[in-house]
Every structure is written in structure tokens, then in C-alpha cells.
């Protein structure tokens, strides 16, 4: 079942493209962005992710990190994050295929990948905000995350 805004998100231990093991738990004690990408190399998540990494810094300055979770392999994984030269982990969700997005309620069954959606999660691992959009070809707005990190500071 999928998390809501409010509820605990769920645990996963996944591996980036240097066969690290990234879990929710070794990001408590910082904010997270935790955005599903459905298919690397590909203009639209090319451009999410590459509008992350130009806001990195802007993102750390909230005390948050970013984490992006593809069912690609880790070697496509690598190369993607090779080419973008991004600064935060790509976790790969390929085997068992999709178990992380399965958990998040966003995997498309149809198309064997995750959805476009991402989870604001808070330092002690507590979903506070999600966006999403309605078509894989349709990016999410960078500036919502930051809004949403913004708030967390409210709370």
C-alpha cells in the first residue's frame, strides 16, 4: 500500500552504481528527496534529474539530500549518472524488479518501470509531501520540493 503525507515511509535498502547499499534508514537524520525516475536516458527524466543536480546545493541548504530510484541495472544506472555527472545516489530497483517502487506504490506493472513520483520524506523518515504527475512524458517541478522542504521547517 502506498504511503500518505503523514505516514512512515517505507524501509528499503537498495544498492547505487557503485554497489553501495543506500537504505532509509542511513538517510534518517536528514530530509530526503526520494524521486522515481521511470527511464534514464530519456529527455524528460534527463531533464528532472539534471534540474536536481543544478539544484543540489539549493536542496542541501535545507538540510535535505537527494536520492533517485530507477528498475534499471546498475551499470545503466552508472552510465546515466556518469554522463549527468550527478552528485547523489541512483539506486537501482531492478531485481527483485520493482520491490522498492511496489512498496512505494508507484510501480507500472504495464511498462515495468516506476512511475513519475516523489516522496518529501523528513529526518525521521515520515512522508510529508508527494508529487506526481499523471503522464510518464510529464515532468515534476523542481520548485514544489523545495516549497515542500521549505515547509518542513514549519512543522
Not at 536528514?30 to 527511464?39: E, Q
Not at 523518515?125 to 510529464?138: K, N, P
Request: hydrophobic letters at 45%.
Amino acid at each position: 500500500m502506498a504511503p500518505a503525507v503523514g505516514q512512515p515511509a517505507p524501509a528499503f535498502e537498495l544498492f547505487d552504481y557503485s554497489r553501495a547499499p543506500v537504505s532509509l534508514e542511513s538517510l534518517r537524520g536528514s530530509n530526503t528527496v526520494l524521486a522515481f525516475i521511470p527511464f534514464p536516458f530519456t529527455s524528460t527524466c534527463d531533464g528532472e534529474a539534471c534540474d536536481l543536480r543544478d539544484r543540489l546545493s539549493q536542496i542541501e541548504d535545507l538540510d535535505a539530500k537527494v536520492v533517485v530510484i530507477t528498475c534499471d541495472t546498475l551499470p545503466s544506472n552508472k552510465e546515466w549518472a556518469k554522463q549527468n555527472e550527478f552528485g547523489f545516489p541512483i539506486l537501482s530497483d531492478f531485481w527483485p524488479h520493482g520491490a522498492a517502487s511496489k512498496d512505494y506504490g508507484v510501480f507500472n506493472e504495464a511498462l515495468g518501470c516506476a512511475n513519475r513520483t516523489t516522496f518529501v520524506i523528513d529526518a525521521e523518515g515520515v512522508v510529508r509531501d508527494i508529487a506526481s504527475t499523471a503522464s510518464l512524458g510529464v515532468a515534476r517541478e523542481a520548485d514544489h520540493y523545495l516549497a515542500a522542504l521549505n515547509a518542513l521547517d514549519k512543522i
